[in-house]
C-alpha cells in the first residue's frame, strides 16, 4: 500500500477514534441551588393536607351515594315505564324549560343509542357551581374534584348506572348563555353518558370485559357514538389537514410520541402484535368488575388517537346482537373480540386505526416508491451517460 | 486499469471521502450520547425528537458527499478539455463506467464508517424499554441516498461544461426570478411547487426527506 | 292470593332493608366526612402554626446572617435593606450591581422592597464552565453589570399580588429596566395590534387607550377593542380549525369564512379569558402600572395594593394620586415619545462586510486561475 494512502487511513482511523471516546466520556452534571425543591411542609401541614384528601374523598362518595339513593325509586318507574331515557337530576338552580329541553334531548339520544329501553337505568346528574361547594373552611378541591364521575352497578345496586358531571364551559354556555345549538347538547349530552350508555344499552359486562374495563379499558369507552351512522372523523388529537396521511411533518412527531404509548405508535406503524398488546394486557388484569371511575387522569395519555370511540366503533360495526354477545362473553377481551368479528384483537385495531388515522414510517427506512424515484431517474441519467459517451466515441 | 483509475481518484478526492468518513461515523454516536435507559415516557419522547434532530445530517452528509466526489472526479478533465481520457485505449463509454465505478468503491468508505458508526452507538447506549435501534436500515437508507446523489452528479457532471452551466444556471435564474417577484410584491411561488415536486415522491430526492431514525417505537 | 301477601310482606321488607341499608351507607360516610372534617381543621391550624413559627425561624436566622456576615468574613456588600454574600467580590462589579437593584427595587415597591430582601442572596463566582457549585447561585466572572443587576433582581422576585390585580396585568409588577427599550416595544404594540382601539390610542384619544388597556376588566372585552374584521382575525389566530371538535368547527367555518360575526362572537365567548389575543399585553400594562407608581412617589406601591377588592382603575388612581385620564395621558405620551429609530447599519457592520469582500476578492485575485507563475 502506498505510504500516502496508509498515512489517510490511518489518520482517518485515528480520528474515528477520538470521536469515539470523546463522546462515550459523559456531559458533567452541575447542580444549581434554584433546582433544589421547596422544603417539605411541616409535620401537621402534612397530616392536614392527608386529612384532607381523605374527606374530599369521603365527601365526594356521601354524595355520589346520596344522588344515587335518590335516584333509586325513579330508575326503578323508568325501568317499569320502558327505559325510553336516561334520568336526569340537575343540582342547583336550572328553569323547568331547561330541564323539559334536556330530558327530552336524552329521549332523542336514547331512542338511537338502545331502542328497546335500557337493561340498567342510567341517571345523569348535573351538578351546578353554587351545588358544588362543600361550604366555608373546608379543604380547598383537588383538580380530580371536577372530573367525570362514574358509579357502577354493584352487588347492593345492580340496577343503576350514575354519572355526575359538574358544571364545565359546555354547561355554562346552556344554562347562562343558553346556547341551544343542538350539535353542542347532543354531543355534551351523549358524551356525559360515557361507560354508562353501554351499560344501559347492554347491561352489566361479562366478567372477563368487566375486568377489562378496569384495568385499562375505561378509556375506549369514554364517548358513546355507536348509533351515529358513520365513524366520527375527529382524531382527539391535532394533525395538520394539509399533510398527507402517510406523511406527517417533523414537528407532529414529537407531540404523538408524548400523547401515546409506544405500543400505540408502532400500532399505527403496522405492528399487529403491538397494537393487541396496546389494547389488552392478559398479565395485568385487575381481579374486579369496576366500581367507581372518574375521568381525571384519562386525558394524560391516550392509547389510540380516538380511541375514546374505540368499543363504540366495535358496537357498530357488529350490530346490537353481536356487541351484545361480545360484551357478556365470559372469556378474555381478545377471545371475545375475535368470537365476534371473525378477526383477532391486532388485525381489527389495525384496520380500526388505519381508517382514521395516519399511518407511520416507523424507524429509518424510507417508503419502498421513495427509493424507487431516487433510483430510476438517477440510473437513467447513468445510462445516458454512458451512452453519450459512446455517441461521442472517436475511431 | 480499474486500480489506476481508483488510485487517481483516490488522489483527487481523498480529503473529501477522509472528511465524510469521519462524520458519518460520528453523527450516529454523538446523536446517542444523551441516550439513557432511565427515562420517564415524556423524556423519552423529547429524546426521539432530538434524535430526529440529528437525523437531519444524514441526507445532508449524503447528499453532499454524492454531489462532491462527483464533481471533484470531473473536474480535472473539464480543465484538461478530456484530452488524457481520449487519449486513452479503451472505448469512451467503458472509461465513464470505470470511473463510475471507482467513485462508488471510494464512497464505501463512509457508508462502513456510518454502518460502523451506528453499531458502535447502538450496542454502548442504553434505551428506555419500547424504543429500539435500527442501525442497518439507516445504512441502507444512507447508502441508497448516497447511490442517488452521486448517480445523478455524475451523470451531469460527466457531460460538457455547457451542460452543467445550463442546469446550475436554470436553477440559478429560477431563484433570481422568484426574488424579483417577491421583491415587485407578487404572491406567486414558482420554487416551492418545484421544490415540492423534486423533494416528495414521486421525485428523485424523495429519499433524502423524511425522518432518519436511528432510534423509533 | 292468600299465598302471595307472605311473599310480597317479605319482598317489602327486604326492600325496606335495602333502602334501610342505602340510607344507613349515606349516613354513615356523612357521619365520617364530619369526623374527618372536624380532624381536617384541628390539623390545619396546628400546621398553620407551625408554618408560621417556621416563617419566624427563617426571618430570625435572616437576620442573624445579615448581622453576623462581616464578622464572619464573608465581606457582604449592602445598599439599602438588600445584602450580598459573594466568594470573591472583588472579581465582579457587584458594588454597582447592589446599588442598582436596590434603587430597582425601592423605587418600584416602595416599602414591599424590604420583605422580598430579607434573606441574604449568596452568589459564587465561577472561573470554569465546568466547576461544580453546591451553595448559591452561580455567576460567571465576566458578568457586566446589567447582567448581574438583572440576576440579583431575579433572586428577589417580586411581591405577590392578588388574584383580581394579577388576572388583569397577566403577572405580578415587574420592574422596568430598559425604560427606552419597554416604550418602544409598547409603541411597536400600539401600531400592530390590529385593534380599533389601540389605533384610537396611537391616534390621541385617552378613552382609546383606556379600552386597549382593558381597565374597565370587562370580559367581553372584544365587543370593544375589536371591530368585526377585526374579531375575525382574533379567532383565526387564537385557534386553528384542525385543533378543533365538530361542533366548534362548525361556529369557527362561520365565522373566519362566512364572515357572520356573531358566529365570532359565540366563539369568543366560549374561549377561556386568557387565551383570546389581547391588543396591549403585559408589557404595556406593566409600563402603565410603572407610569403610576412613578407619578405617586413615595408609598405609591402600598397604596396601588391596599385594597384588593377596589377596581383597577380606582387603585392606579390612589396609587399615582392622579386622576386615570392622567396616569393614562403620562403612559401614552411616554409611549410615542419612546417610538423606535428606524433599522441603520451600524459602521461596525459596514466595516464588516467591505472586509469580507476584500478577503474574497483577494482570494479570487490570487487564485492560480489567473496567475501566470
Known amino acids: ?53 381523605q374527606w374530599r374523598g369521603t365527601w365526594k362518595r356521601w354524595r355520589l351515594e346520596t344522588y344515587r339513593a335518590r ?85 347492593l345496586h345492580r340496577d343503576m348506572c350514575l354519572v355526575v358531571v359538574h358544571e364545565s364551559s359546555a354547561s355554562r354556555r346552556y344554562f347562562q348563555i343558553h346556547d341551544q345549538s343542538t350539535m353542542t347538547v347532543d354531543r355534551w349530552l351523549s358524551e356525559s353518558l360515557g361507560p354508562c350508555a353501554f351499560y344501559g344499552a347492554y347491561g352489566i359486562p361479562g366478567r372477563e370485559i368487566g375486568r377489562w374495563l378496569n384495568t385499562e379499558g375505561m378509556a375506549y369507552v369514554i364517548y358513546p357514538r355507536w348509533w351515529a351512522k358513520t365513524r366520527d372523523p375527529w382524531l382527539g388529537f391535532f394533525y395538520p389537514s394539509d399533510a398527507p396521511k402517510d406523511r406527517p411533518p417533523s414537528w407532529w412527531w414529537v407531540s404523538m410520541y408524548s400523547f401515546m404509548p409506544w405500543d400505540g405508535a408502532a400500532c399505527y406503524g403496522g405492528r399487529v402484535a403491538r397494537c393487541a398488546r396496546n389494547v389488552f394486557d392478559s398479565t395485568a388484569i385487575a ?48 377471545s371475545a373480540l375475535h368470537l365476534a ?23 429509518p427506512s424510507a417508503p419502498p416508491l421513495d427509493v424507487l424515484w431516487g433510483l430510476l431517474p438517477a440510473l437513467l441519467a447513468m445510462g445516458a451517460s454512458l451512452w453519450y459517451a459512446r455517441r461521442r466515441q472517436i475511431g | 486499469m480499474f486500480r489506476a483509475i481508483l488510485y487517481q481518484q483516490w488522489k483527487w478526492t481523498r480529503l473529501i471521502v477522509c472528511l465524510g468518513t469521519v462524520a458519518a461515523f460520528a453523527i450516529p454516536i454523538f446523536s446517542l450520547s444523551s441516550s439513557t435507559a432511565a427515562m420517564d415516557h415524556k423524556m423519552a419522547a423529547a429524546f426521539l425528537g432530538h434524535v430526529q434532530g440529528w437525523g437531519v445530517f444524514y441526507p445532508v452528509l449524503a447528499g453532499t458527499l454524492g454531489v462532491l466526489v462527483a464533481i471533484a472526479l470531473w473536474t480535472p478533465d473539464h480543465r484538461g478539455r478530456h484530452v488524457y481520457s481520449l487519449a486513452l485505449p479503451i472505448p469512451r463509454w467503458r472509461y465513464v463506467a ?116 436511528l432510534i423509533d417505537v | 292470593m292468600c299465598r302471595a301477601w307472605p311473599v310480597a310482606v317479605a319482598l317489602s321488607l327486604l326492600a325496606a332493608h335495602g333502602v334501610a341499608g342505602q340510607t344507613l351507607d349515606t349516613a354513615h360516610l356523612h357521619r365520617r366526612a364530619d369526623s374527618l372534617l372536624v380532624l381536617w381543621r384541628e390539623a390545619n391550624t ?65 416599602g414591599s422592597a424590604t420583605a422580598l430582601v430579607a434573606q441574604p442572596i449568596r452568589l459564587t463566582v465561577v472561573f470554569d464552565e465546568r466547576q461544580l457549585v453546591t451553595d448559591g447561585r452561580r455567576v460567571p466572572h465576566r458578568v457586566t453589570v446589567d447582567e448581574l443587576e438583572r440576576t440579583l433582581l431575579g433572586m428577589t422576585g417580586q411581591p405577590r399580588v392578588d388574584a383580581r390585580f394579577s388576572r388583569w396585568l397577566g403577572n405580578t409588577v415587574h420592574p422596568v429596566f430598559d425604560t427606552a427599550a419597554e416604550r418602544g416595544a409598547v409603541y411597536l404594540q400600539l401600531v400592530t395590534a390590529g385593534a380599533s382601539a389601540a389605533t384610537a390610542c396611537f391616534q390621541g384619544s385617552i378613552a382609546g387607550c383606556t379600552t386597549a388597556l382593558q381597565l374597565s376588566e370587562d370580559s367581553e372585552f372584544y365587543l370593544t377593542v375589536y371591530d368585526a374584521a377585526q374579531r375575525r382575525g382574533a379567532v383565526a389566530s387564537g385557534r386553528t380549525a384542525d385543533m378543533l371538535g365538530p361542533t366548534e368547527r362548525a361556529t369557527y367555518v362561520r365565522c373566519v369564512d362566512d364572515h357572520v360575526d356573531s358566529a365570532c362572537v359565540e366563539f369568543l365567548r366560549g374561549m377561556p379569558l386568557p387565551q383570546i389575543p389581547q391588543p396591549l399585553n403585559f408589557q404595556a400594562r406593566n409600563l402603565l402600572v410603572s407610569t403610576a407608581v412613578q407619578l405617586g412617589g413615595a408609598g405609591a406601591y402600598d397604596r396601588l395594593m391596599a385594597d384588593t377588592s377596589a377596581p383597577v382603575i380606582g387603585r392606579l388612581e390612589r396609587a399615582a394620586n392622579q386622576p386615570i385620564d392622567r396616569v393614562v395621558t403620562t403612559w401614552r405620551a411616554a409611549v410615542i415619545a419612546g417610538r423606535p429609530p428606524a433599522t441603520a447599519v451600524s459602521p461596525g457592520e459596514g466595516l464588516l462586510a467591505v472586509g469580507w469582500m476584500g478577503l474574497i476578492a483577494f482570494g479570487a485575485i490570487r487564485s492560480t486561475r489567473w496567475r501566470l507563475t
Open chain 1, 341 to 363: 368479528t371473525g378477526k383477532s384483537l391486532g388485525d381489527w385495531t389495525l384496520s380500526w386505526a388505519r381508517a382514521v388515522g395516519p399511518t407511520l414510517h416507523l424507524g
Open chain 1, 1 to 53: 500500500m502506498a505510504t500516502d494512502l496508509r498515512y489517510w487511513i490511518g489518520g482517518t482511523l485515528a480520528l474515528c477514534l477520538i470521536v469515539a471516546v470523546g463522546a462515550v466520556s459523559g456531559p458533567d452534571v452541575r447542580f444549581s441551588p434554584e433546582d433544589a425543591p421547596h422544603g417539605p411542609p411541616t409535620k401537621w401541614g402534612g397530616e392536614a393536607a392527608a386529612l384532607g384528601a
Open chain 3, 46 to 110: 396546628l400546621g398553620e402554626v407551625q408554618q408560621a413559627v417556621r416563617d419566624v425561624r427563617r426571618q430570625k436566622s435572616a437576620q442573624i446572617t445579615r448581622a453576623t456576615a462581616a464578622l464572619r468574613g464573608e465581606h457582604p456588600v449592602q445598599a439599602g435593606d438588600l445584602i450580598v454574600i459573594a466568594d470573591y467580590p472583588d472579581s465582579i462589579p457587584l458594588r454597582e450591581a447592589v446599588a442598582r437593584a436596590w434603587g430597582m427595587l425601592s423605587t418600584t415597591y416602595g
Open chain 1, 287 to 334: 381481579d374486579s368488575q369496576p366500581g367507581y371511575w372518574d375521568e381525571s387522569n384519562w386525558y394524560r395519555q391516550q392509547p389510540f388517537f380516538s380511541g375514546v370511540t374505540y368499543l363504540s366503533d366495535l358496537a357498530r360495526d357488529l350490530g346490537p346482537a353481536r356487541f351484545s354477545a361480545f360484551w357478556s362473553a365470559d372469556v378474555p377481551m381478545d
Open chain 2, 98 to 213: 470505470l470511473r463510475y465505478l471507482a467513485g462508488l468503491t471510494l464512497l464505501a468508505a463512509p457508508v462502513a464508517a456510518l454502518a460502523a458508526g451506528a453499531l458502535i452507538a447502538s450496542a454502548t447506549a442504553s434505551f428506555p424499554v419500547g424504543l429500539h435501534p435500527y442501525p442497518v436500515g439507516l445504512a441502507i437508507r444512507f447508502t441508497l441516498a448516497l447511490l442517488v446523489a452521486f448517480t445523478l452528479f455524475f451523470a451531469v457532471s460527466s457531460g460538457t461544461a455547457r451542460t452543467a452551466a445550463t442546469i446550475l444556471g436554470s436553477v440559478a435564474a429560477l431563484v433570481v426570478i422568484q426574488v424579483l417577484m417577491s421583491a415587485a410584491g407578487s404572491q406567486l411561488n414558482i420554487l416551492m411547487p418545484i421544490a415540492n415536486a423534486l423533494l416528495t415522491a414521486p421525485g428523485p430526492f424523495a429519499i433524502f426527506t423524511g425522518r432518519w431514525m
Open chain 1, 71 to 155: 335516584l333509586t325509586p325513579a330508575a326503578d318507574s323508568a325501568r317499569a315505564a320502558g327505559g325510553t331515557a336516561p334520568l336526569l337530576f340537575i343540582d342547583g338552580p336550572s328553569t323547568a324549560a331547561q330541564r323539559g329541553e334536556l330530558h327530552r334531548d336524552l329521549g332523542m339520544i336514547w331512542k338511537q343509542a338502545a331502542p328497546e329501553g335500557f337493561k340498567v337505568a342510567v341517571a345523569l346528574v348535573i351538578v351546578r357551581d353554587s351545588a358544588d361547594r362543600a361550604g366555608p373552611d373546608t379543604p380547598s378541591e383537588d383538580a380530580r374534584d371536577g372530573a367525570l364521575t362514574y358509579l357502577f352497578p354493584d352487588s
